[in-house]
């Protein structure tokens, strides 16, 4: 996974990340990560957005946040916006760990979807 897409760099300026916990470690080195997610990877954010955080509605997702415990989404819907949480799988320590976490979570919103 290439994080120097022209995609990054535009929705790190676009929309840089403002840790919501500026004492969680993830949360703290987790900018660049987040631009990468909402620059490339939209379909699995709407992927966990329905599958994961329970919002079936949602036509677009984009991460906020991230931290030991989660992404924080924010899914479009017909109705509006919705602030939900996706859980990972188990608590992660830093930064480095956030790539694994997301991996894990699109797979398993992907086989959630493909098995309804």
Known sequence: MNMDHDGTA???TEHPHVPANPDD???QGAGRAI???NADHDDALLDMARALA???EATAARCLDADRFGLI???TTPTGELTV??????PIDDAEGLRK???VLA???RAALDAR
């Open 10 to 12: 535009k929705e790190m």
């Open 25 to 27: 470690p993830v949360s």
């Open 35 to 37: 631009a990468h997610l």
């Open 54 to 56: 329970g919002c079936d």
């Open 73 to 75: 989404l924010i899914a």
């Open 85 to 90: 949480r996706v859980p990972y799988d188990e």
């Open 101 to 103: 976490a997301t991996v």
């Open 107 to 109: 797979r398993r919103a």
